[in-house]
T-cell receptor, first 113, second 114 residues
């Protein structure tokens, strides 16, 4: 399939290691943040979200950390697998699902087997 | 979560022609959004489509170039008019979760203009 994110920053990680993908945001009014995973030839897939009243949230093998002081968001993937290879985007908004998201630039994760 | 389909999945079109992209959702949703993803780039919002009213366009996008229809709560179309090679992109529709903050995306339409 057609690849997206050809010119995006790339993070290369050995299979089994932990991955950390970072994102900076600029709107201090944002109160909701999502991480999406986009595989080649597919639309973005929801991974995990966090509200601004939290600083950490855990899912299955993934953890999102939010630092509102420095407007920084990170996605941690434990025991990275080849299937985690994709482009990862953070997104933010300041209201409910009835307003559009603002997307970050994205990071390509490449897992080395 | 909502299941979203788009047609066509990909197309190769000639300069000067128009293409209409369809987005179908398996449940009724208030808001639908259309995004563009140029090669190697992130997603940029084109417009927000609310059923029963005119679409709201973002800066840099105009109705004459990207007309949108929203005839009911499960369907929308985006037309890319008078295409040029610069319109080559992935076009994605998205729906909001209403009272939920989550948003879901369709698989995208990969457009190449020659």
């Amino acid at each position: 399939g057609e690849s997206v994110g050809l010119h995006l920053p790339t993070l290369s990680v050995q299979e089994g290691d932990n991955s950390i993908i970072n994102c900076a945001y600029s709107n201090s009014a944002s109160d909701y943040f999502i991480w999406y995973k986009q595989e080649s030839g597919k639309g973005p897939q929801f991974i995990i979200d966090i509200r601004s009243n939290m600083d950490k949230r855990q899912g299955q093998r993934v953890t999102v950390l939010l630092n509102k002081t420095v407007k920084h968001l990170s996605l941690q993937i434990a025991a990275t697998q080849p299937g985690d290879s994709a482009v990862y985007f953070c997104a933010e908004n300041s209201s409910s699902g009835n307003t559009p998201l603002v997307f970050g630039k994205g990071t390509r994760l490449s897992v080395i087997a | 979560s909502a299941v979203i389909s788009q047609k066509p999945s990909r197309d190769i079109c000639q300069r000067g022609t128009s293409l209409t992209i369809q987005c179908q959702v398996d449940s009724q949703v208030t808001m639908m959004f259309w995004y563009r993803q140029q090669p190697g780039q992130s997603l940029t919002l084109i417009a927000t489509a609310n059923q029963g009213s005119e679409a709201t366009y973002e800066s840099g996008f105009v109705i004459d170039k990207f007309p949108i229809s929203r005839p009911n709560l499960t369907f929308s179309t985006l037309t890319v008019s008078n295409m040029s090679p610069e319109d080559s992109s992935i076009y994605l529709c998205s729906v909001g979760g209403g009272s939920s903050y989550e948003q879901y995306f369709g698989p995208g339409t990969r457009l190449t203009v020659t």
